[in-house]
């Protein structure tokens, strides 16, 4: 059992903790084994040793149970066996099953002991022998020495005796199971804190019993600590009114599954509720799973857009030709009108077979759009002078009798978005609006920040959406106006409104309808660049793109001298090409963050050192405006 003594050489720290364990154990005045589940010895003291007289070898780590039976029943210490074989086995089977037990034997020297035994979480078992010959001795020398008192004071005693210790026994074996359930509940928790979702328990009252203390990162603004509190007081009344039914059929014994939107933050949330039998409630899974619906909406919305493509691009030309060749007769026609060639009544013809061409032209510019594929151009905006100048372009296609109010807070002096597609959607919106509304009506445009977004609303005094509408609006082609619109407004409002990483929704209030646009908010921080690039075509088109994104640039050619610059005050980024002319980007040492630009495929050795954002050349001033904000 202890190290042995031709060994030499420094300990180490577990063969010292080893030590100090052994040491502790030996001054223990009880003997003490601890087995293994696969009945084999971990640990034992000099004094299980010394109390039963084993060999060496059964007290070393890794002696059999099984040997130690059968050494300790040939020996006598179970008294005379008839069948000793059959002894060793019927231990043997009543240690494989670990249950905690506490008994008193006589040995066969006479000597009595307690047997304490109590399973470990681990399997196998620990067991303590206490010698209580003292106590069986003093007890008969009391009963020996009180011939007056009754003999049933004297049996109450020694079963008083008895119970002491065997209640020693069971407190001791109830502390290390209330360790043990402490220890197993910490680490149950500390992983139920670690999942990206929230887990809870709720009973029949709709009040919080447990919880993994993960609900703000899955309904922003929702309080950290819930247990004790109702699902109204953590969630709020709108969502507690959305969730109420569901949780109600859950506490009926009906599981259920669905996805919710979160009213204030926009997540879509996926919950499942899984009926609790005995404790009359009900276990909570929640998961944001906006990610996953915004990929699979785009996945649908992009194959219909794709079948768009395919019936349009084919016949696209000859329409073109066809609409080409109209406009030209037309226009010959009206100028023979002007010369008096034709009757002044075919004028009027004239003009609405022109208007409708030229519609039809317009039509197959919104169809190249929507069919093919687009870049965003994300640039510094102030976005209150686009807003008013929106409502300065769009109020005279307003009907007579419709208003555009704007609700608009101060911003900051400029945030990174795509002013075209941006006011192109918002003009869509708003003339949509115009169209549904039953002048006298009212068009509210609002502008918020609300989190992490810019949220930008419509909204109506019209009649709202149709339960077709808000399912199908984004849909190409799509319309409700009855032969008089394309069906292609929503859904380019929706495809500029994903490429810029935003939402669309579409929804009735109770005056009208209502379409709320969330895009990233970016607020555009003038930063000082370090741009390094040995080769001089492309540093001055990305110092270009820099300026343009109102960022002031100073230029290095390599990297020796980008280091002599990088700790020049006011810097705030670096941007480096990774493979330069006397070295690499990646080992630019500077306490500022560090964005790369390469032309390597994702996944080369080089790419997959970078410690930061990587920028594949070519990219957009889009695409460099976005990482320097994702950098700061």
Excluded at 19 to 41: E, K, V, Y
Excluded at 96 to 120: K, M, N, S
Aim: hydrophobic residues 45%; negative net charge.
């Amino acid at each position: 059992m202890d190290r042995p003594a031709l060994e030499t050489g420094p300990l180490t720290p577990a063969e010292i903790r080893a030590d100090l364990t052994r040491s502790g154990l030996n001054l223990i005045g009880q003997a003490l084994s601890i087995f293994d589940a696969d009945l084999r010895l971990a640990v034992a003291n000099r004094q299980y040793q010394a109390m039963f007289d084993l060999p060496e070898a059964l007290t070393l780590p890794g002696a059999s149970f099984e040997d130690t039976i059968r050494f300790l029943v040939l020996r006598g210490e179970y008294g005379p066996q008839n069948d000793p074989e059959a002894a060793v086995a019927l231990r043997v089977a009543q240690a494989r099953t670990f249950q905690p037990h506490y008994f008193e034997r006589q040995r066969a020297d006479g000597r009595w002991i307690t047997v304490e035994g109590a399973p470990l979480t681990q399997g196998g078992w620990v067991t303590v022998y206490t010698d209580i010959t003292d106590a069986k001795q003093q007890e008969a020398l009391l009963r020996a020495r009180s011939e007056e008192l009754s003999e049933q004071v004297l049996l109450n005693a020694e079963r008083l005796a008895a119970a002491n210790r065997q209640l020693a026994a069971t407190n001791a074996a109830l502390s290390e199971a209330q360790r043990i359930l402490t220890r197993t509940e910490a680490r149950t928790r500390q992983v139920t804190e670690m999942v990206p979702a929230h887990i809870a328990h709720m009973d029949g009252q709709f009040r919080y019993t447990f919880s993994n203390r993960r609900l703000p990162s899955i309904f922003p603004g929702a309080a950290g600590q819930i247990v004790g509190l109702t699902l109204e007081q953590a969630l709020g009344p709108a969502t507690c009114a959305t969730l109420q039914p569901y949780m109600a059929r859950a506490l009926s014994g009906d599981p259920q599954v669905f996805e919710i939107t979160h009213p204030t933050s926009g997540r879509r949330i996926r919950i499942a509720l899984t009926p609790d039998r005995e404790g009359q409630g009900a276990y909570i899974l929640s998961t944001d799973v906006s990610a996953e619906v915004q990929a699979r909406e785009a996945l649908v919305h992009a194959g219909k857009r794709s079948l768009a493509a395919q019936l349009t691009s084919g016949m696209a030309h000859d329409f073109g030709n066809l609409l080409t060749i109209i406009l030209g007769l037309q226009a010959r026609l009206a100028s023979r009108i002007e010369a008096g060639e034709l009757p002044a009544a075919a004028s009027e013809d004239v003009q609405a077979t022109l208007a409708a061409a030229r519609r039809g032209a317009a039509l197959l510019d919104r169809l190249a759009r929507i069919s093919a594929p687009r870049e965003p151009s994300l640039e510094p905006t102030d976005l209150g002078a686009l807003l008013a100048d929106l409502a300065t372009l769009s109020r005279p296609s307003l009907s007579e009798g419709v208003t555009l109010d704007l609700q608009v807070q101060p911003w900051p002096p400029a945030l990174l978005l795509d002013p075209g597609a941006l006011q192109d959607s918002l003009l869509n919106l708003i003339l949509n609006a115009n169209a549904a509304i039953r002048p006298p009506g009212r068009i509210t445009l609002s502008a918020a920040r609300s989190g992490d977004w810019l949220e930008l609303v419509v909204r109506d005094t019209g009649p709202g959406f149709s339960p077709e509408a808000l399912t199908r609006a984004t849909e190409p082609f799509f319309t409700t106006k009855k032969g008089q619109g394309s069906g292609l407004g929503l859904a380019m409002v929706y495809d500029l409104t994903k490429l810029v990483d935003g939402t669309l929704r579409l929804e009735n209030h109770p005056g009208g309808a209502q379409v709320t646009l969330r895009l990233p908010w970016r607020p555009v921080a003038r930063q000082m660049v370090l741009l390094v690039e040995d080769d001089d075509l492309i540093r001055a088109q990305v110092r270009d793109m820099l300026t343009g994104l109102g960022h002031a640039v100073i230029e290095a050619a390599s990297l020796s001298e980008a280091r002599a610059l990088a700790d020049l005050p006011g810097l705030t980024v670096i941007l480096s090409d990774i493979q330069l002319g006397d070295g690499l980007g990646l080992d630019l040492d500077a306490p500022l963050p560090v964005i790369l630009m390469t032309s390597l495929p994702p996944g080369a050795p080089l790419r997959a050192r970078a410690a930061g954002p990587v920028l594949t050349k070519p990219f957009t001033a889009a695409r460099l405006a976005a990482t320097l904000a994702e950098a700061r």
